[in-house]
């Protein structure tokens, strides 16, 4: 993975944002081998094994749960990659603010969104991190909605200090990329 991001990052001119997030489904974790129950500590240090792979000339690692001996990757990303946490958890709010670049939200901008930022707030602040560098990506939903709901949505979340919005236009059922252009243009229009 960090080899792929690497590539991406190379190819898209340093503008991939990397969305991390442990994943909820238990089954997924037993089919692999994996303890669900250490799946947090396991995503820090796959975390700080990616940055050393974008960063190191050659890397000698000895982890918890994984062990890399004299690895390298080659083309490495000419500046870091920004990566992102996903969830709501409180565990994974205080790993996203001390370990991350920023943070996807799941649930709506209301006022436990705004108990979600306080506490990454607060814990940066406590890590002596700044909060200027920290971004939020909110997910809208095209389907379902208007103008005024997608208006309002998108202000609330411009109100929390949201810095990115993703448009889902996937549960549309539209075919072809210019119509989920189009949706997303109308979306564009009624919040501008």
């Not at 707030?121 to 990506?137: H, M, N, P, T």
Request: contains cysteine; aromatic residues 8%; hydrophobic residues 40%.
């Amino acid at each position: 993975m960090a080899k792929q991001a690497a590539e991406v990052a190379i190819l898209s001119n340093n503008r991939l944002r990397l969305g991390v997030g442990t994943g909820w489904n238990k089954v997924e974790y037993d089919s692999l081998g994996v303890p669900f129950d250490g799946r947090g500590k396991r995503q820090e240090e796959q975390v700080e094994l990616l940055r050393l792979f974008w960063s190191e000339d050659s890397l000698d690692y000895t982890g918890d749960y994984h062990r890399v001996e004299l690895a390298s990757i080659n083309p490495r990303p000419s500046r870091p990659i920004p990566i992102w946490f996903g969830g709501g958890a409180k565990k994974v709010l205080t790993r996203a603010a001390k370990m991350g670049d920023g943070w996807m939200p799941l649930g709506g901008p209301g006022e436990a969104s705004a108990q979600m930022i306080d506490h990454m707030k607060a814990v940066r602040v406590d890590a002596g991190l700044s909060w200027d560098e920290f971004g939020i990506q909110a997910q809208a939903m095209f389907k379902g909605g208007d103008a005024e709901r997608w208006a309002k949505h998108a202000e609330g979340w411009r109100n929390l200090g949201a810095t990115h919005l993703a448009v889902r236009t996937d549960s549309n059922r539209l075919e072809g990329v210019d119509e989920h252009l189009r949706c997303i243009e109308q979306y564009v229009e009624a919040i501008s």
